[in-house]
């Protein structure tokens, strides 16, 4: 496997019925909410224009709703490489499309980040997309963010980070893949099982794990700065980190 190439992870059932998410990982809507907050308490820019921002993977708009939430100065490019789940964003998201504070692309994060200038904008924000990629992919993506910032500017993801240790990570991994058994027999859909455990199965390859520590530590030797963890909870935290000032 090219572990440098983007992947169409998001079609057919998975995409279509993607809402299901939010009832076998209610953490991932959770971390969507603390994205939004996050960005709410950034300063406003000095000269009163409107922060520019860049999604990652804005899936059915779930987390580009909190941060078009969380303030009035905000302006959104966000992206997906999804197809269907930007035709369901364009609806959930219709009163942003049409008063220009948003705009969708589709793409993939890589090939959007690389169409981008220099030092263009002031936060570049996440939840629940990076985790998908292959490791040798997402340290592109990494490095292009950073290149992408302005000095000063912010990267802000809620995701999926593995725990370190292999056999609390596996325990955690056990009692989620238990948990879709009984959302999924219980509604009697069997399909929507068995694409959400191959999906898993794909986020637990060595090829796709993000570990927190390791996650980190790329970040620092790529030249972040600032590198926090906001929140931790089992294998769901929100990093942030920053473009150093020059």
């Not at 907050?37 to 950034?42: A, F, P």
């Not at 980070?161 to 009984?182: C, S």
């Not at 027999?185 to 069997?190: C, K, S």
Request: overall charge negative; proline content about 4%; some cysteine.
């Amino acid at each position: 496997m090219n572990s440098h190439t983007a992947e169409h992870l998001f079609h057919g059932a998975l995409a279509d019925e993607y809402h299901f998410l939010q009832r076998i990982c209610p953490a991932a809507a959770e971390m969507s909410q603390r994205v939004g907050e996050y960005v709410e308490h950034l300063p406003p820019r000095p000269d009163g224009c409107a922060l520019e921002l860049l999604e990652l993977g804005c899936g059915t708009g779930i987390t580009t709703r909190h941060l078009l939430n969380s303030r009035d100065d905000l302006r959104i490019v966000s992206v997906d490489n999804a197809p269907a789940m930007l035709a369901q964003a364009r609806v959930n998201l219709a009163e942003a499309l049409a008063n220009g504070r948003l705009e969708l692309r589709e793409s993939d994060a890589l090939s959007a980040l690389e169409t981008l200038a220099d030092d263009s904008m002031e936060v570049v924000a996440s939840a629940y997309t990076l985790h998908n990629f292959l490791s040798g992919y997402r340290t592109r993506v990494l490095a292009e963010i950073l290149r992408v910032l302005k000095p000063g500017g912010l990267f802000v993801n809620g995701d999926r980070y593995a725990i370190d240790e292999p056999a609390a990570h596996l325990q955690h991994t056990q009692e989620e893949v238990r948990g879709y058994f009984r959302v999924f027999l219980e509604m009697q859909r069997p399909d929507l099982l068995e694409q959400w455990v191959v999906h898993l199965f794909s986020d637990e390859s060595e090829e796709h794990l993000m570990r927190l520590h390791p996650a980190l530590e790329e970040m620092v030797a790529l030249g972040f700065a600032e590198i926090r963890v906001n929140f931790r909870n089992g294998v769901n935290a929100l990093v942030s980190g920053r473009k150093p000032w020059r």
